[in-house]
């Protein structure tokens, strides 16, 4: 992992999670009043027997070869909580999709705290997948402004009764 940050892989992992959220809060300043709760999914993400790893931010289906066997469009990895990379995947693939990729950690902890993890990585990943869809559209002058609102939206997730449950 130091040598994916060396790399400038965009730092993303649970220590640092709450300066990410401050950062989204510029915009989007109605989350700051979930800040504190937002450090408890934080600090959750902390103590998970899961560590920090690449997380490929941007999992779905139309970024898997043809074979099933391989990813690309690494354009938005973070280091951060694998289980990030199933914002997106979950939209799409529901229990299915969820099962099948816990699966690989069970050697880590029991189901019930993978379970518990993914839960706080799937509503921490709102944060993230807001910056990286940030950086992405300052850094082209020629982005589509149709991709303008996509930061806020995801932020406004976290607004939600139940974030758990982001579409």
């Known amino acids: 992992m130091p040598q994916l940050l060396a790399a400038g892989v965009t730092d993303m992992r649970p220590s640092v999670l709450l300066q990410r959220f401050d950062e989204a809060a510029e915009l989007v300043p109605a989350i700051r009043a979930r800040r504190s709760w937002f450090a408890d999914i934080a600090a959750a993400l902390g103590a998970s027997a899961v560590p920090a790893g690449l997380d490929h931010a941007d999992l ?51 189901r019930a705290a993978l379970l518990e993890d993914l839960r706080h990585a799937r509503i921490a990943a709102n944060v993230i997948r807001a910056l990286t869809w940030q950086r992405a559209i300052a850094a082209d002058p020629r982005a589509d402004p149709a991709f303008a609102d996509g930061p806020a939206v995801n932020l406004r997730q976290l607004l939600e009764p139940d974030p758990w449950n982001c579409p």
Request: avoid cysteine.
């Open 60 to 110: 779905h289906e139309g970024n898997v070869f043809a074979d099933g066997e391989r990813f690309f469009d690494w354009g938005d990895s973070v280091v951060g909580h694998p289980f990030g990379s199933m914002l997106v995947a979950l939209r799409r693939g529901g229990d299915a999709a969820r099962d099948a990729y816990l699966d690989g950690f069970t050697d880590l902890a029991p």
